[in-house]
């Protein structure tokens, strides 16, 4: 190991820093497996436990199946940036264009109420998540995000949004980022441990009676009837699909949403002294306003837990073991930590581990329900799914109760994304668009111009 840097991937520091045991699930289902349930819900990361939670909340008396394919947490949900944020793939202006702006500004606030709200059930349930609600940085280091940020600050402002631009001074304030030109900051984010946060949600259900099986892999859902590996049958009155990334392991669903790796790395932790050079006092999240996606946060035991997009698409959306180790990306997201902040030296870092988040083909969340079937599902989080997934979950509760609400009105339920182009175009398309960012952000570095590959990175990712 050179410089202190592991060349293999671990497990994700939130798994080793968690109280519960970080295996990689049991071989075989843990818990009682019934015949029959009021709910069952397939998936054990945020979306499945949160719509569990609400629902016993609403109705204690409710059989509620939460069954989950390793150990909870074991998807994106134990994987993640710790970002309970309010901020949302999809523009305000693209909502508004298809649903206008009064729905726009609705799903927004109802955003930014989840931040508080994950911060409430917390609090109240002793979920030992470390909720902090420090707010977002988005650091902008070329004139190309400056001009970025600022033109994201104003249109923020458009919408009632407190989202506002911070002068390079202002912003070392709270972050001693090399190369800072200014930065947007957002009150409506925290940070949390993502495993702690999980593993309390499980607990909560458990402690309002909801069984939540581990080990229980699904291979098919559908007419009120949930069919798992070892060929057991659970009929459910109602069934929720909180797959994520894994949602096209099930049968016709494999175009619906399409897996992403996201990696990350993370130092020792830093002193005191240390810290006192880097900021984040107020343990703000921070990112910046690259076309590659870079995420970080100083952890509840005061590492640098920071992550990245990067890592290819995988033919057929796969999603294996392997894919979860890219020593490539592993050391590009360590140069550009060290580089991004130099004051720390050769810092040592600790852990490396990556996870597939989903991705809808027009990048945006949703929340469905059939009526006639009683099936939910919610995801397509593109990353920004810790507060989401809370949303997601009591607005699923309210459907399965047949309760009209204003979380049932909202833009994101019934929307439906188009379906993924069928290989080879779905992995030339993904990887082409990985290859453009790249390119696009290298371009703005060494001209300091908005790069000429942006048009193009938009129609790549067009919404």
Same mark, same amino acid.
């Given at each position: ?124 349930? @002793? $979920?030992?998540?470390?909720? /902090?609600?420090?707010?977002? *940085?988005? +650091? #902008?280091?070329? !004139?190309?995000? =400056? ?104 049968? @016709? $669903?494999?175009?619906?949403? /399409?897996?992403?790796?996201? *990696?990350? +790395? #993370?130092?020792? !932790?830093?002193? =005191? ?118 949303? #997601? ?71």
């Amino acid at each position: 190991m050179a410089g202190g840097t592991p060349r293999s991937a671990t497990e994700p520091l939130w798994w080793d820093t968690a109280a519960a045991p970080s295996s990689t699930g049991p071989t075989r289902p843990r818990g009682a497996l019934p015949q029959l349930a009021d709910v069952v819900v397939v998936g054990g990361g945020y979306t499945g436990l949160w719509t569990a939670y609400y629902l016993l909340r609403a109705r204690p008396a409710l059989d509620v199946l939460v069954l989950e394919a390793e150990h909870v947490g074991f998807g994106a949900s134990g994987r993640n940036g710790g970002w309970v944020s309010s901020l949302w793939p999809v523009s305000a202006d693209t909502i508004a264009r298809r649903t206008g702006r009064t729905a726009a500004l609705a799903q927004l606030a109802a955003l930014r109420d989840t931040v508080d709200e994950v911060g409430r059930v917390d609090t109240e349930e @002793g $979920l030992g998540s470390g909720f /902090v609600k420090g707010g977002a *940085l988005l +650091v #902008a280091r070329t !004139p190309a995000q =400056e001009r970025r940020a600022r033109a994201e600050a104003a249109h923020a402002t458009s919408w009632g949004q407190d989202t506002v631009w911070l002068d390079a001074a202002r912003s070392r304030e709270r972050l001693e980022l090399a190369g800072t030109h200014g930065a947007t900051f957002t009150p409506h984010c925290a940070r949390v441990h993502p495993r702690r946060l999980v593993d309390g949600l499980a607990a909560a259900v458990r402690r309002l009676d909801g069984r939540v099986v581990e080990g229980a892999r699904v291979t098919r859902a559908s007419d009120g009837v949930v069919v798992l590996e070892n060929g057991h049958r659970v009929s459910a009155r109602t069934t929720v699909l909180a797959t994520e990334g894994w949602t096209g392991s099930l049968p @016709g $669903l494999a175009r619906r949403v /399409v897996p992403v790796y996201s *990696l990350m +790395v #993370a130092t020792e !932790p830093l002193s =005191e002294e240390q810290w006192g050079r880097v900021g984040l006092a107020a343990r703000e999240v921070f990112a910046d306003h690259g076309h590659v996606v870079i995420y970080g946060q100083r952890t509840d035991d005061g590492r640098l837990a920071f992550g990245g997009r990067g890592a290819p698409y995988h033919w057929g959306s796969a999603v294996r073991p392997e894919f979860d180790h890219e020593e490539r990306v592993f050391a590009a997201l360590r140069a550009t930590l060290r580089a991004l902040l130099p004051q720390l030296g050769d810092i040592r870092f600790t852990h490396a581990w990556g996870g597939p988040l989903g991705i809808a083909r027009d990048w945006h969340p949703s929340v469905s329900w059939d009526p006639v079937s009683r099936t939910g599902r919610a995801g397509g989080y593109v990353g920004d799914g810790v507060a989401a997934s809370n949303l #997601a979950g009591r607005t699923l509760a309210d459907l399965a109760l047949g309760r009209s609400s204003p979380l049932t009105e909202l833009p994101w339920v019934g929307h439906r994304s188009p379906r993924w182009e069928p290989e080879p175009l779905r992995w030339l398309g993904l990887n082409a668009g990985l290859q453009v960012a790249r390119l696009a952000d290298r371009e703005e570095l060494v001209t300091g111009a908005p790069a000429r590959l942006g048009p193009v990175l938009a129609r790549l990712t067009a919404q």
